[in-house]
């Protein structure tokens, strides 16, 4: 599978943004997506995820309430919207795919197959 993130971009802190990530290569629908982002000199962190189907998903307690994520198994794509962005959301996010139940191991790096190649955020002040 080949995940595909855009999206990203130089936006005002308080402003929205949506970055997509389209797939290829594989049954889309066959796996629970994620988005993760690493910021400069920092570790790279969970941000949200969602099930197979969209019924289930997952968010970090820095974005919830702030960000929705979404798919279209149609489409072949999964989403992140986050609004009222602040300059600790600079990072670059990273779309992921996963075969691995879901639940809470989905928060960390490891139980996913195929990453993408991120897109960068910069949320200025």
């Known amino acids: 599978v080949q995940l595909q993130a855009c999206g990203g971009g130089l936006v005002q802190a308080g402003d929205s943004l949506r970055l997509s990530c389209a797939a290829s290569?594989?049954?889309?629908?066959?796996?629970?997506m994620g988005w993760f982002r690493q910021a400069p000199g920092k570790e790279r962190e969970f941000v949200a995820a969602?099930?197979?189907?969209?019924?289930?998903?997952n968010y970090a307690a820095s974005v919830k309430g702030r960000s929705t994520i979404s798919r279209d198994n149609a489409k072949n794509t999964v989403y992140l919207q986050m609004n009222s962005l602040k300059p600790e959301d600079t990072a670059v996010y990273y779309c992921?795919?996963?075969?691995?139940?879901?639940?809470?191991?989905?928060?960390?790096?490891?139980?996913?197959?195929?990453w993408g190649q991120g897109t960068l955020v910069t949320v200025s002040s």
């Open positions: 992921a795919a996963s075969s691995m139940p879901f639940g809470g191991a989905l928060t960390r790096s490891r139980p996913y197959d195929y």
């Open positions: 969602i099930s197979w189907n969209g019924r289930l998903t």
């Open positions: 290569g594989g049954t889309f629908s066959s796996y629970h």
